[in-house]
């Protein structure tokens, strides 16, 4: 695991991601590995995984990706833009993300991510999202 990778591990605790459980196993300006055990704190009343434990998952790779694409003199950025297929579920074991900068530019940034089942390899969910990246405002 880099220092990179390790930075936003520690970056995630006492937050959402830290709270749900992520785990970050690589994060590079080209692609972002996160997973995330199936427990019951990950999962929706039915007994399903709930799809908001799938897009924070997801978000959450994509976001830390844009922090590793900042330019230097960006400040953050903000989601402002997402969209989630879910195609199926785990009741068990592990999910797994894989995401991918489609764009990195001087405003904006657009991410695809795929959440997959560890165990069966089974696509759970696609992911894309849009980011703005933020700026300090110039003195008046």
């Not at 799938?54 to 969209?83: Q, R």
């Not at 165990?119 to 405002?137: E, H, N, S």
């Amino acid at each position: 695991m880099t220092d990179l990778t390790q930075q936003f591990n520690a970056r995630g605790e006492g937050a959402l991601p830290g709270h749900l459980g992520l785990v970050f196993t690589l994060v590079s300006p080209a692609e972002v590995r996160a997973e995330l055990a199936v427990k019951p704190h990950t999962m929706a009343p039915n007994g399903f995984l709930h799809a908001g434990s799938i897009v924070t998952l997801a978000d959450t790779a994509c976001g830390y990706g844009c922090v590793a694409n900042l330019p230097k003199e960006a400040n953050g950025f903000t989601t402002i833009e997402l969209k989630s297929n879910h195609l199926g579920t785990a009741l068990q074991g592990t999910i797994e993300c894989v995401a991918r900068p489609a764009h990195v530019g001087r405003t904006t940034q657009v991410w695809d991510a795929v959440v997959t089942h560890h165990d069966t390899g089974k696509t759970i969910a696609l992911f894309r999202c849009t980011q703005m990246v933020l700026y300090p405002k110039a003195s008046a």
